[in-house]
Protein backbone atom coordinates (compact mmCIF):
# COMPACT_ATOMS: atom_id res chain seq x y z
CA UNK A 1 0.00 0.00 0.00
CA UNK A 2 1.78 3.31 -0.99
CA UNK A 3 1.80 5.97 1.61
CA UNK A 4 -0.02 9.44 -0.58
CA UNK A 5 1.02 11.26 2.08
CA UNK A 6 4.36 10.82 1.36
CA UNK A 7 3.72 11.19 -2.47
CA UNK A 8 2.35 14.75 -1.69
CA UNK A 9 -1.11 13.61 -2.45
CA UNK A 10 -3.33 14.04 0.48
CA UNK A 11 -6.76 12.14 1.80
CA UNK A 12 -9.39 13.10 -0.49
CA UNK A 13 -10.94 16.55 1.45
CA UNK A 14 -8.26 17.40 3.13
CA UNK A 15 -6.27 20.61 2.13
CA UNK A 16 -3.62 22.71 2.15
CA UNK A 17 -1.72 24.35 5.00
CA UNK A 18 -1.67 28.04 4.21
CA UNK A 19 1.73 29.47 4.70
CA UNK A 20 2.67 33.14 5.11
CA UNK A 21 4.31 35.04 2.63
CA UNK A 22 8.18 35.66 2.28
CA UNK A 23 8.86 36.98 5.47
CA UNK A 24 11.47 39.67 7.36
CA UNK A 25 14.49 37.03 6.73
CA UNK A 26 14.52 37.47 2.95
CA UNK A 27 13.50 40.82 3.24
CA UNK A 28 16.49 42.06 5.50
CA UNK A 29 18.47 39.90 3.08
CA UNK A 30 17.29 41.95 -0.18
CA UNK A 31 17.60 45.12 1.35
CA UNK A 32 21.16 44.41 2.20
CA UNK A 33 21.59 43.27 -1.33
CA UNK A 34 20.54 46.98 -2.17
CA UNK A 35 22.74 49.06 -0.22
CA UNK A 36 25.67 47.02 -1.72
CA UNK A 37 24.12 47.87 -5.37
CA UNK A 38 24.30 51.27 -4.19
CA UNK A 39 27.94 50.65 -2.97
CA UNK A 40 28.62 49.36 -6.28
CA UNK A 41 27.21 52.25 -8.15
CA UNK A 42 29.00 54.76 -5.88
CA UNK A 43 32.28 52.92 -6.14
CA UNK A 44 31.67 53.16 -9.83
CA UNK A 45 30.93 56.54 -10.35
CA UNK A 46 33.96 57.19 -8.14
CA UNK A 47 36.27 54.79 -10.40
CA UNK A 48 34.84 56.78 -13.85
CA UNK A 49 34.98 60.09 -12.92
CA UNK A 50 32.02 61.45 -12.18
CA UNK A 51 32.10 64.63 -14.25
CA UNK A 52 33.49 62.80 -17.07
CA UNK A 53 30.93 60.35 -16.76
CA UNK A 54 28.08 62.77 -16.44
CA UNK A 55 29.45 64.72 -19.98
CA UNK A 56 28.82 61.29 -21.60
CA UNK A 57 25.36 60.61 -20.10
CA UNK A 58 24.33 64.38 -21.36
CA UNK A 59 25.24 63.16 -24.91
CA UNK A 60 23.68 59.69 -24.41
CA UNK A 61 20.32 59.21 -26.67
CA UNK A 62 18.37 58.73 -24.27
CA UNK A 63 15.93 58.66 -27.11
CA UNK A 64 17.27 54.74 -27.35
CA UNK A 65 16.11 53.74 -23.86
CA UNK A 66 13.01 51.94 -25.54
CA UNK A 67 15.62 50.02 -27.33
CA UNK A 68 17.46 49.13 -24.98
CA UNK A 69 14.62 48.03 -22.35
CA UNK A 70 12.45 46.60 -24.99
CA UNK A 71 15.70 44.13 -25.91
CA UNK A 72 15.95 43.52 -22.31
CA UNK A 73 12.29 42.65 -21.88
CA UNK A 74 12.86 40.31 -25.15
CA UNK A 75 15.40 38.21 -22.92
CA UNK A 76 12.75 38.54 -20.09
CA UNK A 77 9.74 37.07 -22.17
CA UNK A 78 11.57 34.99 -24.03
CA UNK A 79 13.24 33.60 -20.58
CA UNK A 80 9.27 33.62 -19.50
CA UNK A 81 8.14 31.00 -22.10
CA UNK A 82 10.54 28.86 -20.83
CA UNK A 83 9.73 28.64 -17.65
CA UNK A 84 5.86 28.30 -18.86
CA UNK A 85 6.59 25.15 -21.12
CA UNK A 86 8.56 23.59 -18.20
CA UNK A 87 5.95 23.53 -16.02
CA UNK A 88 3.85 22.38 -18.49
CA UNK A 89 6.41 19.51 -19.44
CA UNK A 90 6.69 18.48 -15.46
CA UNK A 91 2.43 18.78 -15.31
CA UNK A 92 2.28 21.79 -12.68
CA UNK A 93 1.41 23.98 -15.76
CA UNK A 94 -0.51 27.49 -14.84
CA UNK A 95 -2.36 29.83 -16.76
CA UNK A 96 -0.79 32.16 -18.94
CA UNK A 97 -1.44 35.40 -16.24
CA UNK A 98 -0.78 33.35 -12.98
CA UNK A 99 2.35 31.79 -14.78
CA UNK A 100 3.67 35.24 -15.48
CA UNK A 101 2.91 36.89 -12.37
CA UNK A 102 5.02 33.89 -10.43
CA UNK A 103 8.17 34.09 -13.15
CA UNK A 104 8.04 38.14 -13.21
CA UNK A 105 8.25 38.08 -8.87
CA UNK A 106 11.08 35.68 -9.41
CA UNK A 107 13.26 38.60 -10.87
CA UNK A 108 13.47 40.47 -7.84
CA UNK A 109 15.38 37.21 -6.05
CA UNK A 110 18.08 38.16 -8.40
CA UNK A 111 19.27 39.73 -4.96
CA UNK A 112 20.15 36.74 -3.36
CA UNK A 113 22.96 34.36 -3.69
CA UNK A 114 23.53 32.39 -6.24
CA UNK A 115 20.28 33.49 -7.17
CA UNK A 116 18.84 30.56 -4.74
CA UNK A 117 15.89 33.16 -3.72
CA UNK A 118 14.66 32.00 -7.03
CA UNK A 119 13.40 28.98 -6.00
CA UNK A 120 10.23 30.73 -3.91
CA UNK A 121 8.80 30.16 -7.69
CA UNK A 122 8.01 26.97 -6.65
CA UNK A 123 6.67 27.48 -3.29
CA UNK A 124 4.13 30.06 -5.21
CA UNK A 125 3.61 27.73 -8.08
CA UNK A 126 2.81 24.88 -4.55
CA UNK A 127 0.50 27.73 -3.52
CA UNK A 128 -1.69 28.28 -6.11
CA UNK A 129 -1.87 24.41 -7.03
CA UNK A 130 -0.94 22.15 -4.69
CA UNK A 131 1.84 21.08 -6.81
CA UNK A 132 4.74 18.79 -4.50
CA UNK A 133 7.57 21.70 -4.28
CA UNK A 134 10.22 18.44 -5.32
CA UNK A 135 8.38 18.42 -8.65
CA UNK A 136 9.20 22.28 -9.90
CA UNK A 137 12.37 23.09 -7.75
CA UNK A 138 14.27 21.26 -10.54
CA UNK A 139 12.35 24.04 -13.47
CA UNK A 140 14.46 26.70 -11.36
CA UNK A 141 17.26 24.58 -11.71
CA UNK A 142 17.10 23.62 -15.02
CA UNK A 143 16.42 27.46 -15.98
CA UNK A 144 19.96 28.52 -14.67
CA UNK A 145 21.43 25.18 -16.22
CA UNK A 146 20.28 26.02 -19.64
CA UNK A 147 20.67 29.97 -19.16
CA UNK A 148 24.57 28.86 -18.37
CA UNK A 149 24.88 26.79 -21.20
CA UNK A 150 24.03 29.07 -23.70
CA UNK A 151 25.72 31.80 -22.09
CA UNK A 152 29.27 29.77 -22.15
CA UNK A 153 28.32 29.15 -25.70
CA UNK A 154 28.30 32.81 -26.44
CA UNK A 155 31.76 33.76 -24.60
CA UNK A 156 32.94 31.87 -27.58
CA UNK A 157 32.03 35.04 -30.24
CA UNK A 158 35.36 36.48 -27.92
CA UNK A 159 37.03 34.33 -25.56
CA UNK A 160 39.81 33.35 -27.99
CA UNK A 161 41.14 37.25 -27.25
CA UNK A 162 40.94 36.84 -23.72
CA UNK A 163 42.52 33.23 -23.15
CA UNK A 164 42.53 33.90 -18.97
CA UNK A 165 39.47 33.38 -18.71
CA UNK A 166 39.51 29.83 -20.21
CA UNK A 167 40.09 28.00 -17.07
CA UNK A 168 36.41 29.53 -15.27
CA UNK A 169 34.70 28.87 -18.95
CA UNK A 170 35.94 25.18 -18.97
CA UNK A 171 35.01 24.94 -15.14
CA UNK A 172 31.81 26.12 -15.67
CA UNK A 173 31.15 24.05 -18.98
CA UNK A 174 32.49 21.37 -17.02
CA UNK A 175 30.56 21.50 -13.90
CA UNK A 176 27.29 21.84 -16.30
CA UNK A 177 27.71 18.80 -18.40
CA UNK A 178 28.32 16.43 -15.13
CA UNK A 179 24.69 17.88 -14.12
CA UNK A 180 23.05 16.94 -17.62
CA UNK A 181 24.95 13.74 -17.91
CA UNK A 182 23.48 12.88 -13.82
CA UNK A 183 20.13 13.45 -14.93
CA UNK A 184 20.44 11.44 -18.22
CA UNK A 185 21.50 8.42 -16.08
CA UNK A 186 17.77 7.73 -15.25
CA UNK A 187 17.93 3.99 -14.43
CA UNK A 188 21.40 4.22 -12.27
CA UNK A 189 20.23 7.17 -10.47
CA UNK A 190 17.47 5.83 -9.04
CA UNK A 191 18.88 2.35 -8.58
CA UNK A 192 21.14 4.90 -6.00
CA UNK A 193 18.27 6.73 -4.47
CA UNK A 194 16.75 3.25 -3.71
CA UNK A 195 19.69 1.95 -2.08
CA UNK A 196 20.27 5.14 -0.15
CA UNK A 197 16.50 4.87 0.95
CA UNK A 198 18.19 1.81 3.46
CA UNK A 199 19.15 4.75 5.42
CA UNK A 200 16.30 5.69 7.92
CA UNK A 201 16.60 9.30 7.33
CA UNK A 202 16.45 8.99 3.70
CA UNK A 203 13.71 6.70 3.30
CA UNK A 204 11.45 9.39 4.12
CA UNK A 205 12.88 11.82 1.50
CA UNK A 206 13.04 9.12 -1.21
CA UNK A 207 9.52 9.71 -2.61
CA UNK A 208 10.34 13.52 -2.88
CA UNK A 209 14.17 12.57 -4.14
CA UNK A 210 12.09 9.95 -6.97
CA UNK A 211 10.22 13.49 -7.45
CA UNK A 212 13.07 15.76 -8.46
CA UNK A 213 15.04 13.65 -9.97
CA UNK A 214 12.25 12.64 -12.84
CA UNK A 215 11.33 16.08 -12.97
CA UNK A 216 15.15 16.77 -13.82
CA UNK A 217 15.33 13.94 -16.17
CA UNK A 218 12.01 15.24 -18.41
CA UNK A 219 13.69 18.72 -18.55
CA UNK A 220 17.12 18.47 -19.82
CA UNK A 221 16.36 15.20 -22.09
CA UNK A 222 17.95 16.37 -25.08
CA UNK A 223 15.50 17.85 -27.19
CA UNK A 224 14.13 19.80 -24.50
CA UNK A 225 17.58 20.83 -23.52
CA UNK A 226 18.61 21.80 -26.87
CA UNK A 227 15.50 24.39 -27.29
CA UNK A 228 15.91 25.69 -23.80
CA UNK A 229 19.71 26.13 -24.72
CA UNK A 230 18.19 28.13 -28.26
CA UNK A 231 16.28 30.10 -26.45
CA UNK A 232 19.21 30.99 -24.20
CA UNK A 233 20.94 31.85 -27.11
CA UNK A 234 18.60 34.28 -28.61
CA UNK A 235 17.23 35.71 -25.08
CA UNK A 236 20.29 36.45 -23.95
CA UNK A 237 21.63 37.86 -27.25
CA UNK A 238 19.27 40.34 -27.02
CA UNK A 239 20.76 41.62 -24.04
CA UNK A 240 24.14 41.56 -25.48
CA UNK A 241 22.70 43.57 -28.42
CA UNK A 242 21.48 46.44 -25.80
CA UNK A 243 24.93 46.52 -24.59
CA UNK A 244 25.98 47.45 -27.68
CA UNK A 245 23.30 50.13 -28.08
CA UNK A 246 24.45 51.72 -25.32
CA UNK A 247 28.35 51.68 -25.92
CA UNK A 248 27.02 53.03 -29.52
CA UNK A 249 25.29 55.50 -27.38
CA UNK A 250 28.85 56.56 -25.66
CA UNK A 251 30.32 57.10 -29.22
CA UNK A 252 31.73 53.42 -30.23
CA UNK A 253 30.80 52.91 -33.51
CA UNK A 254 28.26 50.02 -34.29
CA UNK A 255 29.57 47.09 -36.54
CA UNK A 256 29.57 43.94 -36.35
CA UNK A 257 32.56 43.84 -34.15
CA UNK A 258 31.32 45.81 -31.66
CA UNK A 259 27.99 43.53 -31.79
CA UNK A 260 30.39 40.63 -31.01
CA UNK A 261 32.37 41.99 -28.68
CA UNK A 262 29.56 43.18 -26.85
CA UNK A 263 27.24 40.45 -26.62
CA UNK A 264 30.97 38.56 -25.28
CA UNK A 265 31.30 40.85 -22.65
CA UNK A 266 27.98 40.79 -21.15
CA UNK A 267 28.04 37.06 -21.39
CA UNK A 268 31.31 36.46 -19.56
CA UNK A 269 30.26 39.45 -16.95
CA UNK A 270 27.12 37.40 -16.28
CA UNK A 271 29.17 34.23 -15.63
CA UNK A 272 31.38 35.61 -13.18
CA UNK A 273 28.70 37.00 -11.21
CA UNK A 274 27.02 33.80 -10.96
CA UNK A 275 29.94 31.59 -9.91
CA UNK A 276 30.83 34.65 -7.52
CA UNK A 277 27.57 33.39 -5.56
CA UNK A 278 27.23 37.54 -4.65
CA UNK A 279 23.40 38.68 -4.60
CA UNK A 280 23.24 39.61 -8.45
CA UNK A 281 26.86 39.14 -9.20
CA UNK A 282 27.37 42.41 -7.23
CA UNK A 283 30.81 43.60 -7.31
CA UNK A 284 31.92 40.49 -9.82
CA UNK A 285 29.73 41.35 -12.61
CA UNK A 286 30.51 44.69 -13.00
CA UNK A 287 34.23 44.48 -12.34
CA UNK A 288 34.22 41.82 -14.74
CA UNK A 289 32.24 44.23 -17.30
CA UNK A 290 34.26 47.38 -16.76
CA UNK A 291 37.68 45.07 -17.02
CA UNK A 292 37.00 43.48 -20.13
CA UNK A 293 35.99 47.03 -21.60
CA UNK A 294 39.23 48.37 -20.38
CA UNK A 295 41.15 45.72 -21.70
CA UNK A 296 39.52 46.21 -24.94
CA UNK A 297 41.11 50.22 -24.90
CA UNK A 298 37.61 52.08 -23.67
CA UNK A 299 38.38 55.28 -21.41
CA UNK A 300 38.08 54.73 -17.93
CA UNK A 301 35.31 57.04 -17.87
CA UNK A 302 32.87 55.08 -20.97
CA UNK A 303 33.72 51.72 -19.40
CA UNK A 304 32.04 52.81 -16.08
CA UNK A 305 29.55 54.57 -17.60
CA UNK A 306 28.76 51.71 -19.79
CA UNK A 307 28.55 49.38 -16.99
CA UNK A 308 26.24 51.62 -14.53
CA UNK A 309 23.50 51.72 -17.66
CA UNK A 310 24.08 48.22 -18.82
CA UNK A 311 23.30 46.69 -15.33
CA UNK A 312 19.93 49.52 -14.73
CA UNK A 313 18.72 48.12 -18.05
CA UNK A 314 19.02 44.52 -17.01
CA UNK A 315 19.66 43.71 -13.40
CA UNK A 316 18.11 46.68 -11.73
CA UNK A 317 15.04 46.80 -14.45
CA UNK A 318 14.61 43.52 -13.61
CA UNK A 319 14.57 43.96 -9.88
CA UNK A 320 11.85 46.37 -10.28
CA UNK A 321 9.46 44.48 -11.98
CA UNK A 322 9.95 41.54 -9.63
CA UNK A 323 8.93 44.08 -6.51
CA UNK A 324 6.55 44.91 -8.68
CA UNK A 325 5.14 42.28 -8.83
CA UNK A 326 5.47 41.38 -5.26
CA UNK A 327 3.58 44.43 -4.53
CA UNK A 328 0.59 44.39 -6.87
CA UNK A 329 -0.10 40.73 -8.56
CA UNK A 330 1.79 38.61 -6.10
CA UNK A 331 -0.92 39.00 -3.13
CA UNK A 332 -3.78 38.64 -5.49
CA UNK A 333 -2.41 35.28 -6.62
CA UNK A 334 -1.85 34.38 -2.70
CA UNK A 335 -5.40 34.86 -1.24
CA UNK A 336 -6.92 33.56 -4.72
CA UNK A 337 -4.31 30.63 -4.11
CA UNK A 338 -5.46 30.19 -0.32
CA UNK A 339 -9.29 29.24 -1.45
CA UNK A 340 -8.10 26.96 -4.36
CA UNK A 341 -4.47 25.49 -3.15
CA UNK A 342 -4.98 21.47 -2.87
CA UNK A 343 -2.28 18.61 -3.61
CA UNK A 344 -2.07 17.77 -6.47
CA UNK A 345 -0.81 14.09 -8.17
CA UNK A 346 2.87 14.14 -9.00
CA UNK A 347 3.64 13.79 -12.62
CA UNK A 348 5.95 11.03 -12.39
CA UNK A 349 5.71 7.42 -13.92
CA UNK A 350 3.86 4.87 -12.43
CA UNK A 351 7.04 2.78 -12.06
CA UNK A 352 9.45 4.94 -9.90
CA UNK A 353 6.96 5.17 -7.20
CA UNK A 354 5.33 1.77 -6.25
CA UNK A 355 3.24 1.19 -9.95
CA UNK A 356 0.99 4.06 -9.05
CA UNK A 357 -0.59 5.05 -12.02
CA UNK A 358 -1.51 8.40 -12.24
CA UNK A 359 -3.51 10.53 -14.86
CA UNK A 360 -0.80 13.08 -15.57
CA UNK A 361 1.59 9.95 -16.21
CA UNK A 362 -0.43 9.18 -19.22
CA UNK A 363 -0.08 13.16 -20.33
CA UNK A 364 -3.59 13.88 -18.50
CA UNK A 365 -3.62 17.22 -16.61
CA UNK A 366 -5.97 17.87 -14.26
CA UNK A 367 -7.63 21.07 -15.47
CA UNK A 368 -9.12 22.47 -12.55
CA UNK A 369 -5.62 23.37 -11.32
CA UNK A 370 -5.05 25.94 -13.58
CA UNK A 371 -3.49 28.88 -12.31
Known amino acids: MVNKEKLGVLPEGESVATPELPGPVLSRRIGLSLLLGVAVLATLMVFGDLHAMARHLRGFP ?14 YSLRFLKWHLYLRWVGADLSWP ?3 A ?9 LTPGKLGETVKSFLVWRLRGTPISLTLPVVFAERLTDGLAMVLLT ?6 YPLGLPMLGGILFSLSILVLAAWLQPQAESVLHRLAGWPVLSRLLPSLLRFYESAHRLVRPPNLLFAIGLGLISWGAEGL ?3 LILHGLGIPMDLSLVRRAIFTLAFATLAGAVSFLPGGLVAAEASLAGLLLVQGLPREIAATATVLIRLATLWFGVALGALAWAWLVPGLWRTGGARARPTRP ?12 PQDRGEVDDRAGG
Open 98 to 100: ASA
Open 156 to 161: GLGISA
Open 102 to 110: VFIAGLAMV
Open 62 to 75: WGWLPAILGLTLLN
Open 242 to 244: AFA
Open 347 to 358: NLPGRAIGGVDH
